[in-house]
T-cell receptor, first 113, second 115 residues
């Protein structure tokens, strides 16, 4: 079993829709969870960063961690064409003393005007 | 803008050659990590340098090596290039040594094509 599983999509939604992106992870010891947005042929850009369980909101974006089911989610409200990108979830298998992240494969999102 | 700059942005090499990729980290960040991202995949951790010492390595062979300089800039060297080394190579810089209270910021990457 891979440490982080993510449905690669592609996912296509109309402008204004609520988008739900999800990942599962294998180890309940993981503590840090991140969502990155990556535009085509660019480096990943940090969107959300959460520690342990719970929700975190930033504008139209909400990150959710459910440690009991080892499930992490990113919700995008009122999606815009500029949100069209690949979204990568990541966690830290090694522990807080390292920046070694394990990423999912990424979900490619297209928001249609 | 993350303040992490990488060079070159694109390059083409022949199988068996050697390549050096460079990274200038964000001001005040003393940790650099390198990732390889193949097409359609998420980034994979290669290694991490903290204060000029390698202190973490992923599942990559020894022909992948690196350096970190006193100004915290960094190099990734790959010897005996193989076709499967074709990928986007990402540099990330971070303050401190770990994730507690910190996170990592990526550069735009160097696209390497091996022919």
């Amino acid at each position: 079993q891979k440490e982080v599983e993510q449905d690669p999509g592609p996912l296509s939604v109309p402008e204004g829709a609520i988008v739900s992106l999800n990942c599962t992870y294998s180890n309940s010891a993981f503590q840090y969870f991140m969502w990155y947005r990556q535009y085509s042929r660019k480096g990943p850009e940090l969107l959300m960063y959460t520690y342990s369980s719970g929700n975190k909101e930033d504008g139209r974006f909400t990150a959710q961690v459910d440690k009991s089911s080892k499930y992490i989610s990113l919700f995008i409200r009122d999606s815009q064409p500029s949100d069209s990108a690949t979204y990568l979830c990541a966690t830290n298998p090694v522990g807080a003393g390292s920046y070694q992240l394990t990423f999912g494969k990424g979900t490619k999102l297209s928001v249609i005007p | 803008e993350t303040g992490v700059t990488q060079s070159p942005t694109h390059l083409i090499k022949t199988r068996g050659q050697q390549v050096t990729l460079r990274c200038s980290s964000q001001s005040g960040h003393n940790t650099v990590s390198w990732y390889q991202q193949a097409l359609g995949q998420g980034p994979q951790f290669i290694f991490q340098y903290y204060r000029e010492e390698e202190n973490g390595r992923g599942n990559f062979p020894p022909r992948f090596s690196g350096l970190q300089f006193p100004n915290y800039s960094s190099e990734l060297n790959v010897n005996a290039l193989e076709l499967d080394d074709s990928a986007l190579y990402l540099c990330a810089s971070s303050p401190g040594q770990g994730l507690s209270g910190n996170t990592i910021y990526f550069g735009e990457g160097s696209w390497l094509t091996v022919v």
